[in-house]
C-alpha cells in the first residue's frame, strides 16, 4: 500500500521545515553566515559560501517545490530578478511569446532590457489558444503566460497552451502570483516552469521582496542554481525566513481572501456607480468556466472601472480601511490605480489596446472583516 499523498496545509507547514537537529526548534533558524568552516581540502557538510547556498533557503526551495509540484525550487531577491533569471535560459536570436496583458514590469523588462541583448518578443492574446499556435517560430524557445492577467482578470487555459507548446518542442512558464499554489497548480496542466513574486500572496504580510522559479527537469535546477551563483541576486537567509514564516499561513490566508474577494466584487457588480468588474468568479466574466475548471478558488484579485481618471483619483483619496498603495497579496486590502502605477511605463496607446481605461481600479483584497472593505468602498464611492 503506497503512502498517502499529504495535504497541501500539511506540507506548507513541514515540507522543508523539520524541527532543527541541533536544538529541537520547530522554526528553520536564520543561518546568517556568509561562509562555512570545510572539514579538509574538497569536503564540506553541504555548503561553502551563502551566495551558492544557504540553509535557510535550502530549506524554503524544497518548500516552494513541493507545494507547487516541481522537481526544484530556485529563490531570488525579487520577482523580477526570478523573470531575469528565467530568460537566461535563452541566448540572442531566441524568441518569447508572451500575453499582451502582463505585468507592466515585466514587459518593461522585455522591450527595454533583454532586446538589447538579442532576444525577440512577440505578445499575443492568450484567451484564444490559436494565438500562440500561430506566434511560434523556428526559433521560439519560451511562450511566457500570466494567469489571470494583470489587471484585466483574463486567463488562458494552461492545458490547452500547455499541449501546443509541446507539440513545437517549446516549454511554457507561468506567472502564477496571483492564485498561488493554493489555488493554481500550473504544472499539473502541463507547465514546465512557474514563477512567483513571492512577494505577494506566498508572503502574505508585505513585508519582504523576493521571487521563485519552481522547475521540473534537471537542467532547470543546474540552471537557475548556477543563475544564482553567477549574478548573484539571491534571496537573503532573513527574507527566507520571514516566506517560510509566511507561507505556514497560506491556506487559511487564502481561504479568507478568496471568501471576502467573492463578496466585494459581487458588491462591486452590482454597485451604481461601478461600469464594470472584472473577476474570474463572476456568472458574466467570459471565462468563468475555465476558471473553474483550473482553480480550486477565485482569489482576492479584481479590477473595476469607474469611467474616468477623476472619478477614480475622488474614490481614491478617500479610503479609510483600504490603502492607496503599489503591491498585493498582503493580509491588508490595497488598492492601486493600474494607469498611473503598475502599467504606466507601456504608454497610453499600449494600455488602450488592453482595455486598460483611465478610471480603472485594482484591488487586491484582505482578510480584514469584510463588512469593513464594504463600509470603507461605500464611503469612498461616494466620493466619486
Known amino acids: 500500500m503506497t503512502e498517502r499523498m499529504k495535504g497541501f496545509s500539511t506540507r506548507a507547514i513541514h515540507d522543508g521545515q523539520a ?37 535557510t533557503r535550502t530549506a524554503l526551495e524544497e518548500n516552494f517545490a513541493s507545494l507547487e509540484g516541481g522537481t526544484s525550487a530556485h529563490v531570488f531577491a525579487s520577482g523580477m530578478a526570478a523573470i531575469t533569471a528565467l530568460c537566461t535560459m535563452m541566448k540572442s536570436g531566441d524568441h518569447v511569446v508572451c500575453s499582451d496583458n ?30 500562440v499556435d500561430r506566434a511560434i517560430r ?19 487555459d494552461i492545458a490547452e497552451v500547455a499541449d501546443i507548446c509541446h507539440s513545437h518542442s517549446v516549454e511554457l512558464s507561468v506567472d502564477n502570483t496571483f492564485m498561488s499554489p493554493y489555488f493554481q497548480r500550473p504544472i499539473e496542466f502541463g507547465a514546465d ?27 532547470h535546477a543546474e540552471t537557475f542554481a548556477f543563475v544564482q551563483k553567477c549574478t548573484g541576486g539571491i534571496l537573503s ?11 505556514k499561513t497560506l491556506a487559511v490566508r487564502m481561504r479568507q481572501h478568496d471568501a471576502n ?19 474570474p468568479g463572476l456568472a458574466d466574466h467570459p471565462q468563468h468556466d475555465l476558471a473553474k475548471r483550473q482553480m480550486s478558488g477565485f482569489g482576492s484579485m479584481l479590477s473595476f472601472d469607474l469611467g474616468s481618471l477623476e472619478a477614480a483619483n475622488r474614490m481614491l483619496k478617500k479610503l479609510k480601511v483600504c490603502s492607496l498603495a503599489e503591491s498585493l497579496g498582503g493580509v491588508e486590502t490595497l488598492i492601486s490605480h493600474p494607469a498611473s502605477m503598475t502599467h504606466a511605463a507601456i504608454g497610453e496607446e499600449g494600455r488602450r489596446k488592453l482595455g486598460i481605461t483611465d478610471g480603472l481600479v485594482r484591488v487586491s483584497v484582505g482578510i480584514e472583516d469584510v463588512e469593513d472593505i464594504l463600509a470603507d468602498l461605500e464611503q469612498a464611492l461616494t466620493a466619486a
Not at 196 to 204: D, E, M, Y
Not at 237 to 247: A, D, M, N, T
Request: hydrophobic share 35%; charged share 15%; proline share 6%.
Open 19 to 55: 524541527p532543527d537537529p541541533v536544538t529541537g526548534a520547530v522554526n528553520v533558524p536564520i543561518y546568517a553566515s556568509s561562509t562555512y568552516v570545510q572539514q579538509e581540502i574538497g569536503k564540506n557538510k553541504g555548503y561553502e559560501y551563502s551566495r551558492a547556498s544557504n540553509p
Open 102 to 131: 502582463m505585468y507592466g514590469g515585466t514587459t518593461r523588462l522585455f522591450n527595454q532590457v533583454l532586446t538589447r541583448y538579442g532576444l525577440e518578443f512577440t505578445y499575443v492574446d492568450t484567451f484564444d489558444a490559436k494565438n
Open 138 to 156: 523556428a526559433n521560439t524557445k519560451l511562450v511566457h503566460i500570466e494567469t489571470p492577467t494583470n489587471p484585466m482578470m483574463a486567463l488562458t
Open 193 to 219: 516552469l512557474v514563477m512567483h513574486s513571492t512577494t505577494k500572496f506566498l508572503n502574505g504580510h508585505s513585508d519582504g521582496l523576493g521571487g521563485v522559479l519552481i522547475g521540473t527537469k534537471p537542467e
Open 237 to 247: 537567509p532573513f527574507e527566507c525566513w520571514l516566506l517560510l514564516r509566511g507561507v
Open 261 to 279: 474577494g467573492r463578496i466585494v466584487a459581487d458588491w462591486l457588480n452590482k454597485h451604481a456607480k461601478v461600469r464594470s468588474v472584472f473577476y
